[in-house]
T-cell receptor, first 114, second 113 residues
Framework: GENVEQHPSTLSVQEGDSAVIKCTYSDSASNYFPWYKQELGKRPQLIIDIRSNVGEKKDQRIAVTLNKTAKHFSLHITETQPEDSAVYFCAASILSGSNYKLTFGKGTLLTVNP | GAVVSQHPSRVICKSGTSVKIECRSLDFQATTMFWYRQFPKQSLMLMATSNEGSKATYEQGVEKDKFLINHASLTLSTLTVTSAHPEDSSFYIC?????????FGQGTRLTVV
């Protein structure tokens, strides 16, 4: 089955700096790669995703890149703010219709220091 | 707003009893839902795939007789933790898919005492 590796496990940055989180996946058939933000005790929130037919996607301060050949994808957050502090999970999926069966990375605890 | 609702958000039960957790898709039909388990400071681990009108599919190592899943309608899946023990204490969370992605319920914090 799919295996997703995520690095780093913790990341501390100063407010205004950029943060980068990287993930690799093992199953070349995976074609959907979402990123979730989870605050303590709350549900994961989808923040951005990318499908295998594109290499990059951007939404305001957040961007995701995908390298299918190398089987890795990354989350980039620019101009970080304290409210960006949370655990971020990457995931990979083989889409079946519109069913998203996700395999998650282990998560990255991002701390943005004021 | 939330598209997936999970109930209850917290439950404390005695060892040996059973607990039912509900997951509802709001304003859309979900023929498939997924149940995950999350231990403190860890990732979400897929437990099973809930299929409307048919048996659930369990991931390797998950006891189907312990974690009973029923998906009786297109908007409701239930997870019943049977004969709960303290090691079953965890955060259980469901997801349902819309075309734009997978969305999660708010999770259920189960504590078995």
């Amino acid at each position: 089955g799919e295996n997703v590796e995520q690095h780093p496990s913790t990341l501390s940055v100063q407010e205004g700096d950029s943060a980068v989180i990287k993930c690799t996946y093992s199953d070349s058939a995976s074609n959907y790669f979402p990123w979730y933000k989870q605050e303590l005790g709350k549900r994961p929130q989808l923040i951005i995703d990318i499908r295998s037919n594109v290499g990059e996607k951007k939404d305001q301060r957040i961007a995701v890149t995908l390298n299918k050949t190398a089987k890795h994808f990354s989350l980039h957050i620019t101009e970080t703010q304290p409210e960006d502090s949370a655990v971020y999970f990457c995931a990979a999926s083989i889409l079946s219709g519109s069913n998203y069966k996700l395999t998650f990375g282990k998560g990255t605890l991002l701390t943005v220091n004021p | 707003g939330a598209v997936v609702s999970q109930h209850p958000s917290r439950v404390i039960c005695k060892s040996g009893t059973s607990v039912k957790i509900e997951c509802r898709s709001l304003d859309f039909q979900a023929t498939t839902m997924f149940w995950y388990r999350q231990f403190p400071k860890q990732s979400l681990m897929l437990m099973a795939t809930s299929n409307e009108g048919s048996k659930a599919t369990y991931e390797q190592g998950v006891e189907k007789d312990k974690f009973l899943i029923n998906h009786a309608s297109l908007t409701l899946s239930t997870l019943t933790v049977t004969s709960a023990h303290p090691e079953d204490s965890s955060f259980y969370i469901c997801s349902a898919s819309r075309p734009e992605g997978a969305f999660f319920g708010q999770g259920t914090r189960l504590t078995v005492v």
